[in-house]
């Protein structure tokens, strides 16, 4: 069964700092991975898809890359801003299924 | 960008009675997927719903407690039956591809869900 792990579960940093937040997965056999944001009640917004064949996937300040084999992604946000401020996460599609398998997520608090 | 709608965007309901929940898509997708995110809680998949055919059901969940309809290829309803206060969550609409690479999958806005 694939779980899907998110460290740290909570961040807080200045505004500026670069940050790294982290995704580990069970089982490699994975179709793509996607990562999210999520206000506070809110739906989720996508941000990156990495397929299983690639290493990374770059997006303005965001860069999220991917190893298989270790079962790990991380996305990568660059002079880091209030604006984002939200919960990320991290979420599989495991070979054969349509359905995501999400992490727990980071709740990131970026401070002015 | 991809529009996905839901309504209502929260409700407060009793325990007993039943809610049922609309998405709505502004273009025609295959497949439909209805994730439910408990408080404090990661997303887990309830029901793929296909047009066509009956939803399939993950493990945990049941077409008696969560019945679903897909009658056509930009519309469905999730109910949730019998409602008690574990019900309580936000219920999210998710299609694939809408509107970007086929494999991104996109979410509606959810219905937050409060059963007392």
């Known amino acids: 069964k694939q779980e899907v792990t998110q460290i740290p579960a909570a961040l807080s940093v200045p505004e500026g700092e670069n940050l790294v937040l982290n995704c580990s997965f069970t089982d490699s056999a994975i179709y793509n991975l996607q990562w999210f944001r999520q206000d506070p009640g809110k739906g989720l917004t996508s941000l990156l898809l990495?397929?299983?064949?690639?290493r990374e996937q770059t997006s303005g300040r965001l860069n999220a890359s991917l190893d298989k084999s270790s079962g790990r992604s991380t996305l990568y946000i660059a002079a880091s801003q209030p604006g984002d401020s939200a919960t990320y996460l991290c979420a599989v599609r495991p070979t054969g299924f349509q359905k995501l398998v999400f992490g727990t997520g980071t709740r990131l608090l970026v401070s002015p | 960008s991809a529009v996905i709608s839901q309504k209502p965007s929260r409700d407060i309901c009793q325990r007993g009675t039943s809610l049922t929940i609309q998405c709505q898509v502004d273009?025609?997708?295959?497949?439909m997927f209805w994730y439910r995110q408990q408080p404090g809680q990661s997303l887990t998949l309830i029901a793929t719903a296909n047009q066509g055919s009956e939803a399939t059901y993950e493990s945990g969940f049941v077409i008696d407690k969560f019945p679903i309809s897909r009658p056509n290829l930009t519309f469905s309803t999730l109910t949730v039956s019998n409602m008690s206060p574990e019900d309580s969550s936000i219920y999210l609409c998710?299609?694939?591809?809408?509107?970007?690479?086929?494999?991104?999958?996109?979410f509606g806005p959810g219905t937050r869900l409060t059963v007392l």
């Open positions: 998710s299609v694939l591809g809408l509107a970007g690479p086929t494999d991104t999958q996109y």
């Open positions: 990495i397929q299983s064949s690639q």
């Open positions: 273009s025609q997708v295959t497949m």
